[in-house]
T-cell receptor
Framework: GNSVTQMEGPVTLSEEAFLTINCTYT??????LFWYVQYPGEGLQLLLKATKADDKGSNKGFEATYRKETTSFHLEKGSVQVSDSAVYFCALIQGGKLIFGQGTELSVKP | NAGVTQTPKFQVLKTGQSMTLQCAQD?????MSWYRQDPGMGLRLIHYSVGAGITDQGEVPNGYNVSRSTTEDFPLRLLSAAPSQTSVYFCASSSTLPGLAGRGTGELFFGEGSRLTVL
């Protein structure tokens, strides 16, 4: 079945460092892809999405490009801030349901 | 802006007890769902509903019951709690079924979560 695999965390970075969180997927066809973020003590919220191959989703300085050749949707940010500390989830849609990866915890130190 | 409201935020149960987690949304969303979040496993879908009177099972439905008598409310019932049900539970809603051609955006709106411990 369809699935999402993310790089294991936690990821610890210094402020202003470059961030990459890897996400690969297994799916039939070309599903829409998403990144959700969960800040401490809160529910998840949509960060960005891409609905077709080569689309780039972007929001709050984060970007991710839908790569069908490598079945990937890696999340990047050029300069992280302490406020970016959170858990990040990659997800895809299958049969009307969102399928989530296991989440990657990011900790940004001043 | 209430959005999705879950209660209680924390609950401790003994094995065999029953309880209901409440979820209410004020956005007139058709689609509502319950997920559980466990370390290293991400979020797994328990049950979902595409409208009042309609419910269906997700990936991990055993031990849970749901009903949808109104558009606003989608309670999750634990019939006989077990330690394996210790988890954080999230209710989420959307205007329509995620990914529905031409209408579904895939954006879910989540509540703040309910942390359940079963001893």
């Amino acid at each position: 079945g369809n699935s999402v695999t993310q790089m294991e965390g936690p990821v610890t970075l210094s402020e202003e460092a470059f961030l990459t969180i890897n996400c690969t997927y297994t799916a039939t066809g070309y599903p829409s892809l998403f990144w959700y973020v969960q800040y401490p003590g809160e529910g998840l919220q949509l960060l960005l999405k891409a609905t077709k191959a080569d689309d780039k989703g972007s929001n709050k300085g984060f970007e991710a490009t839908y790569r069908k050749e490598t079945t990937s949707f890696h999340l990047e940010k050029g300069s992280v801030q302490v406020s970016d500390s959170a858990v990040y989830f990659c997800a895809l849609i299958q049969g009307g349901k969102l399928i989530f990866g296991q989440g990657t915890e990011l900790s940004v130190k001043p | 802006n209430a959005g999705v409201t879950q209660t209680p935020k924390f609950q401790v149960l003994k094995t065999g007890q029953s309880m209901t987690l409440q979820c209410a949304q004020d956005m007139n969303h058709e689609y509502m769902s319950w997920y559980r979040q466990d370390p290293g496993m991400g979020l797994r879908l328990i049950h979902y509903s595409v409208g009042a009177g309609i419910t269906d099972q997700g990936e991990v439905p055993n031990g849970y019951n749901v009903s949808r008598s109104t558009t606003e409310d989608f309670p999750l019932r634990l019939l006989s709690a077990a330690p394996s049900q210790t988890s954080v539970y999230f209710c989420a809603s959307s205007s329509t079924l995620p990914g529905l051609a031409g209408r579904g955006t895939g954006e879910l709106f989540f509540g703040e979560g309910s942390r359940l411990t079963v001893l």
